[in-house]
């Protein structure tokens, strides 16, 4: 089993910067891949930015050059840098982690913006 915490979600003006952390615990060796998702009410749950298993990093077309995801592997931490936030990137945001057989997710954190 893999435990996920996210933080750092909260209310921001148009413009500003958050930065998202999720810190895994449990089994992490398991841990094939991780990401960042993000929900809206009424809306299914869209990629955000993650890492594949070997390293690489994909991001949805509407963060490309505003959002940096990276991670600390000795804390066992993933981060999501958000600059430039817009009035449509309010969301709950939430992490994942992507095991051998099963994944995990975070219980999310809330992003406002304020326009």
């Known amino acids: 089993q893999v435990q996920l915490v996210e933080s750092g979600g909260g209310l921001v003006q148009a413009g500003g910067s958050l930065r998202l952390s999720c810190a895994a615990s449990g089994s992490t060796l398991t841990i094939n891949g991780m990401g960042w998702y993000r929900q809206t009410a009424g809306k299914r749950r869209e990629l955000v930015a993650c890492f594949n298993n070997v390293g690489s990093t994909n991001y949805a077309d509407s963060v490309k050059g ?30 994942n982690a992507a095991g051998v057989v099963d994944g995990y997710w975070g219980q999310g954190t809330q992003v406002t913006v304020l326009s």
């Open 66 to 95: 505003r959002f940096t995801i990276s991670r600390d592997d000795a804390k066992n931490t993933l981060y999501l840098q958000m600059n430039s936030l817009k009035p449509e990137d309010p969301a709950v945001y939430y992490c």
